[in-house]
C-alpha cells in the first residue's frame, strides 16, 4: 500500500521557519518525483516544490525560491521542505505527492498523494 505521510505543519509567526517531512512507502521511492503541493482556503492547489529522487533535480515556485529548500534523503525514503522567512501568504494545507514520470518537476496529475497538513503562518 502506497503511503504519504507529512508532518512538521503548525503555526508560526512570520519571519519563522518550519520544516514539512513526508515519508514514504510502498514504491521505490528512487524512482519517484516526491513533491509539496499547497492549498489555502478559496484558492487552487499550486506546485511549491518538487524533486527527482534519482537525480535531486529540483523546481520551485517563484512565490517561495530563496526561501524555501527541498531535500530528500534516499536512505529514509522521506523529503523535507525547510520553509524559512515565512509570510502570512505561506498559509495554506501543505500536500506532499509522487510521481513516476515528472523529472522533478510539479505538475497536478502526480500520481500519490497525502492527507496534507495545515501551515498556519500569523502576522
Known amino acids: 500500500e502506497v503511503q504519504l505521510v507529512e508532518s512538521g505543519g503548525g503555526l508560526v509567526q512570520a519571519g519563522g521557519s518550519l520544516r514539512l517531512s513526508c515519508a514514504a512507502s510502498?514504491?521505490?521511492?528512487?524512482?519517484?518525483?516526491i513533491g509539496w503541493f499547497r492549498q489555502a482556503p478559496g484558492k487552487e492547489r499550486e506546485g511549491v516544490s518538487c524533486i527527482s529522487s534519482s537525480d535531486s533535480i529540483t523546481y520551485y515556485a517563484d512565490s517561495v525560491k530563496g526561501r524555501f529548500t527541498i531535500s530528500s534523503d534516499n536512505a529514509k525514503n522521506t523529503v523535507y521542505l525547510q520553509m524559512n522567512s515565512l509570510k502570512p501568504e505561506d498559509t495554506a494545507v501543505y500536500y506532499c505527492a509522487a510521481d513516476l514520470t515528472a523529472a522533478g518537476m510539479c505538475y497536478y496529475g502526480m500520481d500519490y498523494w497525502g492527507k496534507g497538513t495545515l501551515v498556519t503562518v500569523s502576522s
Open positions: 510502498g514504491f521505490t521511492f528512487d524512482d519517484y518525483t
